[in-house]
């Protein structure tokens, strides 16, 4: 079965950028599935950041759009965010999940917290 | 794009029903039929539970289940078990503009 694990800094400092990796392993990130990432903020609810196709199609959060990218990387098998110009907003849990929001969002990675400080 | 309403918490008891309500708009859970509901228990990430409305994956017990009415989604458990405390997040497709919009979030409890 398909298992996803992401990997990158817990601290980043403000107004740098946030960058992590998911490991796809179990199955490919070639797959006709949308590669999603979603972030929980401390105490509060879940937060739909944006998503990726195979073939480069990506979808952002609008409150996101001008400091965020999302690629996959098909010789790594992986998928990855990067986030400019952080703040300590940008604090959170950090999930990475298969699927798109047409056929739901499974399996989901263990989730890395990300702290944003100086 | 404002959080999907639902409500903070809702309890009852072993053997009850309970339903938990996820209000959008028309732009969101009432224009479209992608609507999911997860699960999440303390320390460990959210598990899908329901999609596309009324959609069960393999493995989640019949006893949960979603439904729609106009701007409104549901999703209720009957037979409440224990192990069903746990927050409860609803997640729609809201447009080629917002993408998607979660709400914000209702905790069950197991009286």
């Known amino acids: 079965q398909v298992q996803l694990q992401e990997s990158g800094p817990g601290l980043v400092k403000p107004s740098g950028t946030l960058s992590l990796t998911c490991a796809v392993s179990g199955g490919s990130v070639s797959s006709s599935n949308w590669w999603t990432w979603v972030r929980q903020s401390p105490g509060k609810g879940l937060e739909w950041i944006g998503e990726?196709?195979?073939?480069?199609?990506?979808n952002y959060n609008p409150s996101l759009r001008s400091r965020l990218t999302i690629s996959i990387d098909r010789s790594k098998n992986q998928f990855s965010l990067k986030l400019s110009s952080v703040t300590a907003a940008d604090t959170a849990v950090y999930y990475c999940?298969?699927?798109?929001?047409?056929?739901?969002?499974?399996?989901w990675g263990q989730g890395t917290l990300v702290i944003v400080s100086s | 794009q404002s959080a999907l309403t639902q409500p903070r918490s809702v309890s009852g008891s072993p053997g009850q029903s309970v339903t938990i309500s996820c209000t959008g708009t028309?732009?969101?859970?009432?224009?479209?039929?992608?609507v999911s509901w997860y699960q999440e228990h303390p320390g460990k990430a959210p598990k899908l539970i329901i999609y596309d409305v009324t959609k069960r994956p393999s493995g989640v017990p019949d006893r949960f289940s979603g439904s729609k009415s106009g701007n409104t989604a549901s999703l209720t458990i009957s037979g409440l078990q224990a192990e069903d405390e746990a927050d409860y997040y609803c997640?729609?497709?809201?447009?080629?503009?917002?993408?998607?919009?979660f709400g914000t979030g209702t905790k069950v409890t197991v009286l």
């Open positions: 999940v298969r699927g798109g929001l047409w056929d739901g969002f499974d399996p």
């Open positions: 997640c729609s497709y809201a447009g080629t503009y917002t993408f998607g919009v």
């Open positions: 028309s732009s969101d859970v009432g224009g479209y039929n992608y």
């Open positions: 990726a196709y195979p073939t480069g199609s990506t």
